[in-house]
Every structure is written in structure tokens, then in C-alpha cells.
Antibody, heavy 117, light 113 residues
Framework: QVQLVESGGGVVHPGMSLRLSCEAS????????MHWVRQAPGKGLEWVAA????????YYADFVRGRFTISRDNSRNTLYLQMSSLRGADSAIYYC??????????WGQGTMVTVSS | DIVMTQSPDSLAVSLGERATINCKAS????????????LAWYQQNPGQPPQLLIY???TRESGVPDRFSGSGSETDFTLTISSLQAEDVAVYYC?????????FGQGTRLEIK
């Protein structure tokens, strides 16, 4: 059974940092490209960042470049998102997503990040 | 960036009737080297993460009922539900994975009339 389980969300003040984790099971993690996608309350889906299966390439949305860092540990089947200089506009559910064939074929349940003073 | 525009924003269809959602890309999603359209459709039920329905514009994901179909090429795409069931009430998103940044349509809310 495919499972992606995110953790690390919470309530933080503007300017603070947070690290999200996503542990994968039931998939050949080291063969999957991995992504983070976020969704603000009541809003649509917004792609945040991607990392290739072997960590050779990383891509970021313009609105997080320089503030967020995506990484992975294939030995631990785990994906990370280090977020710094957080803003109110970063408040959202953050989904961990696996992509075996470029499209997004498995999604975690998400972890909520709230940035508020 | 490739802009994805869905229409309509919301749609009400009677049970058993056909539902059609359109998606237009600001540039072609057809990759000439493999003749594939880099377009996917997702369904999101309330309080749940999205689920993949269709990829490569017209390939149904395993386990997805055959009343769901995708069509189109280059910049114009359609998701069709041939006979609406109560469990199809959801928000539907198209997505391009042709290039980064990966982008989604704004979503279409489908309801029962």
C-alpha cells in the first residue's frame, strides 16, 4: 500500500523557519521524482518545488526560491522541505507528492503550516 | 510560465447526465519527440488530497471508472464524465507537467443539479 506521510507542520511567526518531512512507503522511493504542492485554505493547488529521483536536479517556484530548500534521503525514503523567512502568504496545507512518470500519481494527506503573528 | 485556464469555474449537472470541463493552456503541451501531451486531471474531494484521474491527456489512471475520459491536444483539453454519479461531486483540476514551474488550472467545482 502506497503511503506518503507528512509531518513538521505547525504555527510559526513571520520570519521563522520550519522543516517539513515526508516518509514514503509502498513505492520504490529512489525511482520517484518528488514534489511539494501547497493549497491555501479554500484556494487552488500551487506547485512549490521538485527534486529528481537521484537529487541531481531541483526546481523551485519563483515565490519560494531562495527561502525554501527541497532535499531527500533515499536511504530513509524521506523527502524534506526546509522553509525559512516564512510569510503569511505561505500559510497552506503542504502536500508531498510522488511522480513516477512525470505526472503526480501519489499524494500524502498533507501537513498544515500557519504563519501568523 | 504556462497559464492553465479552466472553464467553467463551477458546474451543476443532473445525476446520470454528462459533465464537461475544459482546460486551455497558454502554450502547446505536445512534446514532439514522443507525441505526448503533458496534461493531467485530478479530482479533489472535500478534506482530501487530490487524486490522479487522467494523465498524458487521455490515459485513465488504474482504478478510475471508465465514465471519466480525457481528450484534446496541444492547448485545448476536456475532461468528460459520461454519466454523473453522486460520488463525482468534487473540485477538478487540470495540470501541465510540460515544463517548470508546473502549473494547475484554478479548479472547477462540480455539483449535482
Amino acid at each position: 500500500q502506497v503511503q506518503l506521510v507528512e509531518s513538521g507542520g505547525g504555527v510559526v511567526h513571520p520570519g521563522m523557519s520550519l522543516r517539513l518531512s515526508c516518509e514514503a512507503s509502498g513505492i520504490p522511493f529512489n525511482s520517484y521524482g518528488m514534489h511539494w504542492v501547497r493549497q491555501a485554505p479554500g484556494k487552488g493547488l500551487e506547485w512549490v518545488a521538485a527534486i529528481w529521483h537521484d537529487e541531481s536536479k531541483k526546481y523551485y517556484a519563483d515565490f519560494v526560491r531562495g527561502r525554501f530548500t527541497i532535499s531527500r534521503d533515499n536511504s530513509r525514503n524521506t523527502l524534506y522541505l526546509q522553509m525559512s523567512s516564512l510569510r503569511g502568504a505561505d500559510s497552506a496545507i503542504y502536500y508531498c507528492v510522488g511522480a513516477f512518470g512525470d505526472y503526480f500519481d501519489c499524494w500524502g494527506q498533507g501537513t498544515m503550516v500557519t504563519v501568523s503573528s | 510560465d504556462i497559464v492553465m485556464t479552466q472553464s467553467p469555474d463551477s458546474l451543476a449537472v443532473s445525476l446520470g447526465e454528462r459533465a464537461t470541463i475544459n482546460c486551455k493552456a497558454s502554450q502547446s503541451l505536445l512534446y514532439s519527440s514522443n507525441n505526448k501531451n503533458y496534461l493531467a486531471w485530478y479530482q479533489q474531494n472535500p478534506g482530501q488530497p487530490p487524486q490522479l484521474l487522467i494523465y498524458w491527456a487521455s490515459t485513465r489512471e488504474s482504478g478510475v471508472p471508465d465514465r471519466f475520459s480525457g481528450s484534446g491536444s496541444e492547448t485545448d483539453f476536456t475532461l468528460t464524465i459520461s454519466s454523473l454519479q453522486a460520488e463525482d461531486v468534487a473540485v477538478y483540476y487540470c495540470q501541465q507537467y510540460y515544463s517548470t514551474p508546473i502549473t494547475f488550472g484554478q479548479g472547477t467545482r462540480l455539483e449535482i443539479k
